[in-house]
């Protein structure tokens, strides 16, 4: 899983995007879970939330799926894919595909849960 989620690093954000053209945060978990385990996931971070079971952060294991919540409403808006230790990959509308920690202010006050796929 880490070695196919870093090809992705630099891809462009773009919204709705599903390819290595440009990317959105949960087009980019479609894309790597298909490359990784021929997996068909829903494109949008709150129908990826309905899968698996809910984790804690000292439970995560790489290939879960981090959420966030983001924007006025409060809801559920960003996902992205654990790593290992504190660390994921997700798709930042300003960067891009890049690495970020849960312990990086920003996430750590919008983190909502982990959840296992599989």
Sequence with gaps: MQTVAGT???VPYRYAGMSRKGVD???LVCLIYKE??????PHSSRSLRRFGKKVGVNKARCGDLVFFRQGIFGRVSHVG??????RF???STKR???YSDLNE???H???VEIRRIF
């Design 96 to 98: 891009g595909v890049i």
């Design 81 to 86: 894919i654990f790593l290992n230790g504190t």
């Design 109 to 111: 006050k919008r983190f």
């Design 8 to 10: 992705y690093i630099g």
């Design 36 to 41: 990784v385990s021929r997996a068909k996931l």
């Design 25 to 27: 945060c949960s087009g």
């Design 105 to 107: 202010e920003y996430y």
């Design 89 to 91: 990959i997700h798709a």
